[in-house]
């Protein structure tokens, strides 16, 4: 009889913790809040270190959003699960011309990502992610900039990256560490880049001062 009723008790217990589902709230946390290029709403105003900053700003803007497709709880401390990403990415230019000025559009840059993420246990988590980007010219540089034929356009490119995340509850934060390749053959960025940070995870309070880290690197950028 107790040969029975301890498998019989393992099952319960496990079953308690086990859960999974569909299009639901995210399981893991693995957004990096500095990043300019993760898909998340941001905004900032730049100067140009070419330029004198009462003359020309450069203002970058984001708007994104992420959903879970598909997550497995596996215990209190286990999971995965599979994300979907779609972000929008702004820039704008904001400069003095003959004394007029002038708030113009250089790019939009749409970028999809569809993420597998992993959180091994209490301390470590990682995430394989694609996604692809297409980059487009706003129109008000194509016009003052009197662009009238078009061009193939192979600033578009797609990526996959391994990025992990190891918490440090001490001092309630994570570090970040990832590598990155373009996979296009014909893209015009180089391949490689790489990306280390740390980032605070304690966000009970919603306005608070934090302490972050970033730091990210491309093989070139040539646009």
């Given at each position: 009889?107790?040969?029975?009723?301890?498998?019989?008790?393992?099952?319960?217990?496990?079953?308690?913790?086990?859960?999974?589902?569909?299009?639901?709230?995210?399981?893991?946390?693995?957004?990096?809040?500095?990043?300019?290029?993760?898909?998340?709403?941001?905004?900032?105003?730049?100067?140009?270190?070419?330029?004198?900053?009462?003359?020309?700003?450069?203002?970058?803007?984001?708007?994104?959003?992420?959903?879970?497709?598909?997550?497995?709880?596996?215990?209190?401390?286990?999971?995965?699960?599979?994300?979907?990403?779609?972000?929008?990415?702004?820039?704008?230019?904001?400069?003095?011309?003959?004394?007029?000025?002038?708030?113009?559009?250089?790019?939009?840059?749409?970028?999809?990502?569809?993420?597998?993420?992993?959180?091994?246990?209490?301390?470590h988590t990682y995430r394989i992610r694609f996604f692809h980007v297409s980059s487009h010219l706003g129109d008000d540089y194509i016009i003052r900039n009197s662009i009238n034929s078009y061009t193939p356009n192979k600033v578009n490119y797609e990526q996959l990256e391994f990025t992990y995340f190891r918490q440090i509850p001490k001092i309630q934060s994570k570090l970040i560490a990832g590598i990155g390749s373009v996979i296009?053959?014909?893209?015009?960025?180089?391949?490689?880049?790489?990306?280390?940070?740390?980032?605070?995870?304690?966000?009970?309070?919603?306005?608070?001062?934090?302490?972050?880290?970033?730091?990210?690197?491309?093989?070139?950028?040539?646009?």
């Amino acid at each position: 009889m107790k040969s029975i009723l301890f498998p019989l008790f393992s099952l319960l217990v496990f079953s308690s913790f086990a859960q999974s589902g569909w299009m639901s709230n995210r399981s893991t946390q693995t957004n990096i809040f500095l990043d300019p290029t993760e898909i998340q709403m941001s905004g900032s105003i730049n100067g140009v270190l070419s330029e004198n900053v009462t003359k020309e700003q450069y203002l970058p803007f984001s708007v994104g959003v992420d959903q879970s497709i598909f997550y497995k709880q596996i215990s209190s401390q286990k999971s995965w699960e599979i994300v979907s990403e779609m972000g929008v990415f702004t820039q704008f230019e904001w400069l003095e011309v003959e004394g007029i000025q002038q708030r113009n559009l250089i790019n939009i840059d749409y970028k999809v990502a569809f993420s597998y993420v992993r959180q091994i246990d209490e301390i470590h988590t990682y995430r394989i992610r694609f996604f692809h980007v297409s980059s487009h010219l706003g129109d008000d540089y194509i016009i003052r900039n009197s662009i009238n034929s078009y061009t193939p356009n192979k600033v578009n490119y797609e990526q996959l990256e391994f990025t992990y995340f190891r918490q440090i509850p001490k001092i309630q934060s994570k570090l970040i560490a990832g590598i990155g390749s373009v996979i296009r053959p014909d893209a015009l960025r180089l391949p490689f880049s790489y990306i280390v940070g740390m980032d605070r995870t304690n966000r009970e309070k919603k306005t608070q001062f934090n302490r972050r880290f970033c730091a990210k690197r491309f093989s070139g950028n040539r646009f």
